[in-house]
C-alpha cells in the first residue's frame, strides 16, 4: 500500500474525531474542565507498528488537543457552583420549568435529565437545554431520579381594594315624591299589544314595525286625558324575545295582560303570566278584539283560571277590561283602572341626590354614536352627569324623549334615551351616578378585574378537567406500551399519528364542510340577545356544527366580511344595512350576506344554510319491476352465462339506468344489466307485460319467481333536525 496514502488517511481519521469532539461541545452547550479526544475505532493498530515515525505525529496532536483547556472567568465559576446544589431528596418544581432549570432544582447535570428523559415520550431530537417541559414530564423525571417533589409556592397576589359602585341606602320617606307609574304590556304575538299603546299615544308604532310584529322593547310615557302621566313598556310577544319580556318585568310597577278575546290563552300568554309571578307585579286583564264576532271574552277569563289569574267576577283580585284596541273601545276605562292600582300601591321615589336607574335598551347609532333608552328609578338625570353600567361609562351629553326631542332633566319613573356612552351596555344593566370621571374609571377597572378573575377560575377549571383527561389517556397509552422499549414505542406513537401529520389541505377542507360560521349584527342589544338565545338552542352538532365567530350591533363593516372570509362563514344582519362598498366587497371575495327585519325569517334562512351544508342523501327512485319466470344459459366462448326469462309486470326495464336482483325480501345483487333482449333482437328498453331476456354484469344464478327492479338514483337535499320552536 503507498505510504503517502496510508499518511494521509491517518490524518483524516485524527482530525474527523477532533471534530466530532468540538461539535458534541457545541451542541450540548456545557462547559466542562477538560475533555478528551475520541479514540476512533476506525484507527487501525497495524499502521502503529509498522509505521511509528507517522503514529508519532498523530500522537503529538492528539496530546495537543488532550491539553486543551477551557478557561472560566470567576463568573462562571460562581454559576457552576450554584449550578449543582445538594439536595434532600425533594424537588421544587413549577408547572414549566427548562431542562437547565430542572437539572438545577435537581442538583444534577443535564446529560442525568436527558437520560431520564428516555422514559417519556418526548423528542429528545428536539431538545435544548432552554427547551421547557411541562408538569407531567418534570414529575417523571424526579421520580425516575429516586427524588420527591413539591410545588413551588406561587407568589400571593396582593388583595385589591373593592372599589364599585352602589346603590344608596333606602330614602327617608319624607324626602319622597309621587312618580309615574311603570307600566308593561305583556301578551302573545300579534294579539294588539301596539295596538293598544298606539290608541293610547295617537300613533302609528305598529304601522312601521316589520311584518307588524314589536322586535324591540319601547319605553313611551303618555299623557292620559286625566293629566295623570304612565310611562308604558312594549314588549314583543314573539317566542324569540323572552329575555326581553322578563327584563320588562323587572322594572315595572303594573303588568297590562293583552290577550286576544278569539284567540284565548297562548304560549307566550302564559310566559308573560310566569314572568309577572317572578317578579311579584300585579296583573290587569285587557281582553282586545271583542270587537269581532267570534269573540269571547268568558272563555278567555275561564282559561286564565288554570293560570291562577282570577278576575275579580270570579272572587280574585285582578282586573279584567274588556276592549278594542283597533276602535279604541273601553281605552279609558283599562287607563283608569291602571291609575287606580298605581294609586293603591303608593309609587314614590326620591328625585335628589345620585342617580338609580336601568337600560331598557341599547344600541349603536350612526350619528349619535352608543345609545340606551334607559328608566331612572332615583334621583334627576341632567347633562354632564357621570353614569356607570356594567363595564362601561358614560358622560351625559343629551338625553332625548320617545319622541326624539332633546331634555334637560329626567326624574324618577321616566323614561330617556341617554347619549355618551364610551361603548355599548347591555340591556338590563344597572345605571348608577359617580362623583368624577375618574371614579368612573375605578368602577369599570373593578368590574373588569372581577370578570377577568372568575374568567380565570372557570378556565383553571377547565384546563385542570382536560389535564386529568389527558392523564389519563396517556397513562393508559403507557401500559399498552409498557412492554416496549422507548425506541419501539416511539415509532408506535409515530404511526398511529402519522395520518394526522400527513393530512392533505383538501381532506381538511372537507373535514370543514360540515362546519357553518356565523357573524350576527343587529340593529340593538335586544335583538342580537334574541337571536343569540336562539341559536343556543340549536342541537344537531353531529349534523353541522355551528360556529358563532362574532355578534355586535352595527351596520355590516370591512372587518365582518374579513373575519367571515377567513372562516368561510356568513353574515347575517337584522335591522341594519351593508352599503354598497361593503355589497361589491363580499361578492368580490364570495361571502353572502343575509339581511333580515323579521327575526323568524332570519331563521328560517339559517336553517337553510345548515340545510346547504348537509351531505345529500340518495334515493332510489323504482322505473319497473319484472318477474323471473324462466331460466336459460347461453355458451359464450368457453363459459355458460346465465340468462333469466322475464316478464314486465310494472313500468318498465330500461338498460342504461341500475338494477338489483331481490329473492325472498332480500337483494342478492345490484348493478347494470350485459344484455337485454326482446325474442332475439338486443333492445334498450322493455314496456310493461313485455317478456324479454336478460343477464347480468356478474354470474349468478337466477331462481323462478326472483325479481328484477329498475331504478334510479336520485340525491335529495337533508334537512337539518334542529328546531328552534317557531
Known amino acids: 500500500m503507498n505510504r503517502g496514502l496510508i499518511l494521509k488517511f491517518e490524518n483524516l481519521v485524527q482530525l474527523r474525531g477532533a471534530c466530532r469532539q468540538l461539535c458534541t461541545l457545541a451542541y450540548r452547550k456545557v462547559y466542562r474542565a477538560q475533555w478528551k479526544p475520541v479514540q476512533s475505532s476506525a ?43 445538594l439536595t434532600k431528596g425533594e424537588v421544587e418544581i413549577r408547572q414549566k420549568m427548562t431542562i437547565e432549570e430542572l437539572a438545577r432544582a435537581m442538583g444534577k447535570d443535564i446529560d442525568h435529565v436527558y437520560e431520564a428523559l428516555l422514559y ?19 414529575k417523571l423525571v424526579v421520580k425516575k431520579s429516586g427524588m420527591k417533589y413539591k410545588s413551588a409556592k406561587l407568589k400571593e397576589e396582593k388583595e385589591r381594594e373593592n372599589t364599585d359602585a352602589v346603590k344608596r341606602p333606602p330614602a327617608d320617606p319624607a324626602v319622597l315624591t309621587p312618580r309615574p307609574p311603570v307600566v ?24 312601521m314595525e316589520a311584518g307588524g310584529i314589536t322586535q324591540h322593547i319601547g319605553a313611551f310615557l303618555v299623557h292620559l286625558p286625566s293629566g295623570e302621566k304612565v310611562t308604558f313598556l312594549d314588549t314583543p310577544g314573539h317566542v324569540a324575545f323572552s329575555a326581553m319580556r322578563a327584563r320588562g318585568t323587572h322594572v315595572t310597577d303594573i303588568v297590562i295582560l293583552v290577550v286576544a278575546a278569539e284567540d284565548g290563552v297562548m304560549q307566550q300568554t302564559i310566559e308573560s303570566i310566569q314572568h309577572a309571578k317572578n317578579a311579584g307585579v300585579p296583573l290587569i286583564l285587557a281582553i282586545n278584539k271583542c270587537d269581532k264576532p267570534e269573540a269571547d271574552p268568558e272563555r278567555v277569563k275561564k282559561e286564565l283560571l288554570a293560570h291562577d289569574v282570577v278576575c275579580e267576577e270570579f272572587g280574585g283580585d285582578v282586573q279584567a277590561v274588556n276592549i278594542s284596541a283597533l276602535k279604541g273601545e273601553n281605552l279609558m276605562v283599562l287607563a283608569e283602572a291602571t291609575v287606580a292600582l298605581a294609586e293603591m300601591l303608593e309609587l314614590k321615589a326620591d328625585s335628589t341626590g345620585l342617580v338609580e336607574g336601568t337600560v331598557i335598551e341599547s344600541r349603536k347609532d350612526k350619528g349619535k354614536g352608543p345609545v340606551t333608552t334607559a328608566i331612572i328609578q332615583r334621583g334627576t338625570l341632567r347633562k354632564g352627569c357621570v353614569l356607570v353600567a356594567g363595564k362601561t361609562w358614560a358622560k351625559v351629553r343629551f338625553m332625548f324623549d320617545e319622541n326624539g326631542k332633546a331634555v334637560d332633566a329626567a326624574s324618577p319613573g321616566i323614561p330617556v334615551e341617554i347619549m355618551g356612552w364610551k361603548e355599548v351596555p347591555s340591556a338590563g344593566d344597572e345605571i348608577l351616578e359617580v362623583q368624577s370621571e375618574q371614579r368612573a374609571h375605578e368602577v369599570v377597572a373593578w368590574r373588569t378585574y372581577v370578570e377577568q378573575k372568575e374568567r380565570m377560575k372557570k378556565d383553571v377549571e377547565v384546563i385542570e378537567a382536560k389535564q386529568k383527561e389527558h392523564r389519563m389517556e396517556y397513562e393508559k ?37 360540515n362546519v357553518l360560521s356565523v357573524i350576527v349584527k343587529g340593529d340593538v342589544d335586544g335583538s342580537v340577545e334574541a337571536i343569540l338565545n336562539i341559536l343556543d338552542s340549536y342541537d344537531a352538532d353531529d349534523e353541522c356544527k355551528l360556529d358563532i365567530i362574532h355578534f355586535g350591533m352595527g351596520d355590516i363593516s370591512e372587518t365582518d366580511i374579513s373575519l367571515a372570509e377567513a372562516f368561510n362563514g356568513v353574515v347575517f344582519g337584522f335591522s341594519v344595512k351593508a352599503n354598497e362598498n361593503i355589497k361589491q366587497l363580499a361578492a368580490k371575495k364570495g361571502i353572502k350576506i343575509k339581511l333580515h327585519n323579521v327575526i323568524y325569517k332570519l331563521i328560517e334562512d339559517l336553517k337553510d344554510e345548515l340545510n346547504s351544508r348537509l351531505p ?23 363459459n355458460k352465462i346465465p340468462v333469466a326469462g322475464c316478464r314486465v ?29 326482446h325474442h332475439k333482437d338486443d333492445v334498450q328498453v322493455i314496456k310493461m307485460g313485455m317478456d324479454c331476456g336478460l343477464s347480468l354484469d356478474k354470474y349468478i344464478e337466477f331462481n323462478i319467481g326472483d325479481e328484477i327492479i329498475c331504478y334510479e338514483e336520485k340525491e335529495v337535499q337533508e334537512t337539518t333536525s334542529w328546531d328552534p320552536g317557531f
Open 184 to 207: 308593561t304590556i305583556l301578551g302573545h304575538v300579534d294579539h294588539g299589544k301596539t295596538t293598544l299603546l298606539d290608541s293610547l299615544r295617537k300613533t302609528q308604532v305598529a304601522s
Open 616 to 638: 345529500p342523501s340518495v334515493v332510489e327512485n323504482t322505473v319497473g319491476e319484472a318477474s323471473v319466470l324462466n331460466i336459460f344459459s347461453v355458451t359464450v366462448g368457453k
Open 477 to 513: 397509552k403507557q401500559r399498552k406500551l409498557a412492554h416496549l422499549t422507548w425506541r419501539q414505542r416511539k415509532a408506535v406513537l409515530y404511526k398511529a399519528n402519522k395520518h394526522l401529520m400527513f393530512l392533505k389541505p383538501k381532506e381538511r377542507t372537507e373535514m370543514d364542510k
Open 649 to 677: 309486470q310494472k313500468g318498465l326495464l330500461d338498460k342504461k339506468m341500475k338494477f338489483k336482483l331481490i329473492r325472498n325480501g332480500d337483494v342478492i345483487w345490484k348493478g347494470s344489466l350485459s344484455s337485454l333482449k
Open 43 to 85: 484507527h487501525p493498530l497495524w499502521s502503529v507498528l509498522l509505521y511509528p515515525q507517522f503514529w508519532q505525529k498523530d500522537k503529538l496532536i492528539s496530546i495537543a488537543l488532550s491539553q486543551h483547556r477551557h478557561l472560566a472567568t470567576k463568573e462562571e465559576t460562581k454559576k457552576k457552583k450554584k449550578k449543582i446544589l
Open 120 to 138: 417519556t415520550d418526548v423528542d429528545l431530537n428536539s431538545l435544548e437545554p432552554d427547551s421547557i417541559l411541562y408538569e407531567d414530564h418534570i
